[in-house]
C-alpha cells in the first residue's frame, strides 16, 4: 500500500520522453502524464493505493517456434489479467462494505501502474523498466484500487538490480539505451501494437513475433524460476491462419491484444513480416504473393517485403506485376526495393 500522493518525478520523466521523441507513438499513460502520475485528479477523494502484483508464469507457458507459426508474449498468450481484475474487484468490495469509497485501476491510463508499485514496496525498478518482484521477477500484471481509506503505507523495498545487466544486451534492437531507459522507437513490443508501417530496419528483428517480445524478461534473472516452470507450449499461432481470417474473427480470437484502432490490419502487417522471416511453405508464399494486390496499401507494403525476402522467380514475376499497376508511391519504392533484393 502507498499513499495517493502525486508522482512528480515520473511526471517529468514522461514529459522529458514525449519531448525527445523516446516514447514514440506510446498512448496510454503517455497520452496525459499529469494525470496518469496523480490519481487525485480524477479521484479527488482519493487516499491511498493497493498495489497488487499477479504472476502469470507458468501458467502462460513458453511459446516453442515452428515452422508456420508465430509468438505471442506471454502476457498476451490470453488474457492473464483476469484473475488479477477479479482480485481487484474483490478488495473494492471489502473497502465499500467498510464504508470507504473505492475505485479499480488495472490496465488503466489514469495510473502509471508501476510507480505505486514500487513505492508500495512491492517490487523494485529494474533496468529492463519494468517492476521486478521477489520470486516473480518481470513475469507480474499490476493493478490497484485507489480508496479513500487512511491506510497505514509500506515502505519502497530496498532492493535493486546491483550489478546484472543482463536485460540490456538481450535486447534484439537495443531499446535498453542505458539502465532503465527505453527509446519506444526500438521497441519491438511497442513497434508490433502500433500503428503504421514497421521501419525496415526493425523488419528482420521481429523474426517470428506477431505481438509482443519477452527477451529482456526472459533474460532477467529474478524471473528464472518461473521461466523453468513454464513447460507448456502455449503462445504459438497459425500465421496463415492469421491471413486467411476474417476481420470479426480476429478480433473475437485475440480481443484481449491492443489493436490500434481495432483495425486488424495491423495483426496482418505483421503476419507478413513473419513470413518475410520464415523458410515459408508452398501456401505461405501464396499468401504473400495474394497480398501483393491487396486493396490496403499498407499490407502491399509490407507484402512486398515479404517476397523480396523470399526471393524465387515466383516472388520475382509477382513483384514486377504489381509494381507496374501499383500507384502508392511508398509502395512502389518498397516493390522497387524487393526486387534489387534489398
Given at each position: 500500500m502507498t499513499t495517493a500522493a502525486a508522482f512528480p518525478d515520473v511526471a517529468a520523466d514522461?514529459?522529458?520522453?514525449?519531448?525527445?521523441?523516446?516514447?514514440?507513438?506510446?498512448?496510454?499513460?503517455?497520452?496525459?502524464?499529469?494525470?496518469?502520475?496523480?490519481?487525485?485528479?480524477?479521484?479527488?477523494?482519493?487516499?491511498?493505493?493497493?498495489?497488487?502484483?499477479?504472476?502469470y508464469l507458468p501458467d502462460a507457458g513458453t511459446p516453442q517456434r515452428r515452422s508456420g507459426a508465430a509468438r505471442v508474449a506471454r502476457f498476451a498468450e490470453r488474457d492473464h489479467y483476469l484473475p488479477l481484475r477479479e482480485t481487484l474487484d474483490?478488495?473494492?468490495?471489502?473497502?465499500?462494505?467498510?464504508?470507504?469509497?473505492?475505485?479499480?485501476?488495472?490496465?488503466?491510463?489514469r495510473l502509471v501502474d508501476r510507480a505505486a508499485a514500487v513505492r508500495a514496496g512491492v517490487g523494485w525498478w529494474g533496468k529492463n523498466a519494468m517492476?521486478?518482484?521477489?520470486?516473480?521477477?518481470?513475469?507480474?500484471?499490476?493493478?490497484?484500487?485507489?480508496?479513500?481509506?487512511?491506510?497505514?503505507p509500506d515502505e519502497p523495498m530496498a532492493r535493486d538490480c546491483g550489478n546484472c545487466s543482463a536485460c540490456l544486451p538481450a535486447c534484439p534492437t537495443g531499446a535498453l539505451v542505458a539502465p532503465g531507459l527505453l527509446d519506444a522507437r526500438r521497441c519491438l513490443a511497442a513497434v508490433l501494437q502500433g500503428p503504421g508501417t514497421i521501419p525496415r530496419r526493425l523488419r528482420g528483428a521481429v523474426e517470428d513475433r506477431l505481438y509482443g517480445c519477452d527477451d529482456?524478461?526472459?533474460?532477467?534473472?529474478?524471473?528464472?524460476?518461473?521461466?523453468?516452470?513454464?513447460?507448456?507450449?502455449?503462445?504459438?499461432?497459425?500465421?496463415?491462419?492469421?491471413?486467411?481470417?476474417?476481420?470479426?474473427q480476429l478480433l473475437r480470437e485475440h480481443e484481449h491484444f491492443f489493436i490500434p484502432g481495432r483495425r486488424v490490419r495491423y495483426l496482418r502487417r505483421n503476419a507478413l513480416v513473419v513470413l518475410g522471416n520464415s523458410a515459408v511453405t508452398t501456401v505461405g508464399a501464396s499468401m504473400v504473393v495474394g497480398f501483393l494486390g491487396h486493396p490496403d496499401p499498407l499490407l502491399r507494403?509490407?507484402?512486398?517485403?515479404?517476397?523480396?525476402?523470399?526471393?524465387g522467380p515466383l516472388m520475382?514475376?509477382?513483384?514486377?506485376?504489381?509494381?507496374?499497376?501499383?500507384?502508392a508511391a511508398d509502395v512502389r519504392a518498397e516493390m522497387a526495393l524487393a526486387m534489387a533484393g534489398q
Open positions: 514522461m514529459e522529458r520522453r514525449r519531448r525527445d521523441g523516446s516514447s514514440a507513438q506510446l498512448g496510454f499513460t503517455y497520452t496525459d502524464p499529469g494525470t496518469a502520475t496523480n490519481v487525485a485528479s480524477s479521484f479527488p477523494w482519493a487516499a491511498s493505493i493497493i498495489v497488487v502484483a499477479h504472476a474483490g478488495l473494492a468490495v471489502r473497502l465499500r462494505a467498510d464504508g470507504h469509497r473505492a475505485a479499480v485501476l488495472c490496465d488503466d491510463r517492476v521486478l518482484v521477489p520470486g516473480s521477477g518481470p513475469w507480474v500484471l499490476l493493478g490497484s484500487v485507489v480508496t479513500d481509506a487512511d491506510l497505514e529482456c524478461l526472459d533474460a532477467c534473472p529474478p524471473g528464472t524460476r518461473l521461466v523453468g516452470r513454464s513447460t507448456e507450449d502455449r503462445g504459438a499461432v497459425d500465421v496463415v491462419d492469421i491471413l486467411s481470417a476474417s476481420d470479426a507494403l509490407h507484402s512486398a517485403w515479404a517476397a523480396g525476402r523470399i526471393g520475382g514475376a509477382a513483384l514486377e506485376t504489381g509494381w507496374r499497376s501499383e500507384r
